[in-house]
């Protein structure tokens, strides 16, 4: 595990080697071009199999970074586990340590709302949020108080969209690739419309919401492609962004894809994104 030394400022804590407090990296020690996926193995396979002169990996505060070369190429690889949150520290503290334009490809796995196959692949065009809103289970709510609010779409980078969609269909001949809108959850659980007997959730219609309020083109949830969308857009210097999915769960029919499948989805998958990846011309 990387140290991260004492920092000063409560604002945006940099230790004395610039290293930003969570990814554990300083500036030059990031690649433009990031590959970013939630699960450590998943990112040690696609290193293992894909990087050529990868470098020790920088592992700190639950993100791993794998620094190397794609064709020749310079990329990182970066796991940084579930949630909105971590895909916030991974854009905001990236962007901080890299010069100039980047693009950030994420590869995952998601739950569909279409009629699928599980084991077929997805790339996001758009993306939602759904947030649980805790108010709506307060004795003093408001009486137009919603249980789960849902955003308006975001659009990913239209070109990076367009060339990793190439990529996926290209590389899996044998399977469906979906475009649609990701819908990113802050659950797992709850606000992606699983049914706990154990909790109070009130979302036995989420689903058929989210279905309904999108015309029927919500194709996925997970859980940090909304937050990469929205980002990339508000950030002040340029960040190119895209995501694609396998689809490991299929919500309408219960179905869940093996492991060994999904296994080799992961390589081949992470080979298209990084063949997307630095294809893509950051400077224009
Ligand atoms: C939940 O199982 C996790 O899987 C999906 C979700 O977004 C969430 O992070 O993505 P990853 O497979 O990349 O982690
Ligand atoms: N990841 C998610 O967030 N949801 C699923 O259903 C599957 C993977």
Redesign the pocket.
């Known amino acids: 595990h990387t140290k991260v030394g004492n920092a000063t400022n409560a604002n945006f804590p940099v230790d004395d080697r610039g290293a930003v407090y969570h990814l554990g990296v300083a500036k030059g020690e990031l690649s433009p071009r990031i590959l970013t996926v939630?699960d450590s193995e998943r990112a040690a396979k696609l290193r293992n199999e894909l990087l050529e002169d990868a470098e020790k990996p920088v592992s700190h505060r639950g993100f791993v970074i794998h620094n190397g070369k794609y064709k020749g190429v310079k990329v990182s690889i970066v796991s940084i586990g579930?949630g909105p949150s971590m895909m916030d520290f991974l854009v905001r503290e990236g962007r901080y340590v890299v010069e100039g334009p980047m693009a950030i490809i994420r590869y995952?796995?998601?739950?569909?709302l279409k009629d699928v196959k599980v084991g077929s692949l997805a790339v996001a065009s758009q993306a939602v949020l759904i947030r649980r809103n805790p108010d709506f289970w307060h004795q003093d709510k408001h009486s137009d108080c919603k249980n789960y609010d849902i955003s308006l779409p975001v659009d990913g980078d239209k070109e990076l969209v367009q060339t990793l969609t190439n990529e996926f269909r290209s590389t899996f001949t044998d399977r469906e690739t979906v475009v649609g809108i990701n819908a990113t959850?802050d659950s797992?659980y709850s606000s992606?419309g699983?049914i706990d007997p154990e909790f109070d959730d009130d979302n036995h219609n989420l689903i058929n919401t989210l279905i309904e309020k999108f015309d029927n083109k919500v194709t996925t949830?997970?859980?940090e492609t909304f937050q990469l969308y929205h980002l990339s857009k508000r950030s002040k210097q340029p960040i190119k962004a895209a995501a694609a999915?396998i689809i490991?769960?299929n919500?309408l029919s219960n179905a869940f894809l093996d492991n060994e499948t999904k296994s080799r989805l992961e390589i081949e998958g992470g080979r298209a994104c990084l063949d997307a990846l630095i294809k893509i011309d950051l400077n224009n």
């Open positions: 939630g579930m995952g796995t998601c739950g569909s959850a797992f992606q699983r949830l997970e859980m999915t490991l769960a919500r």
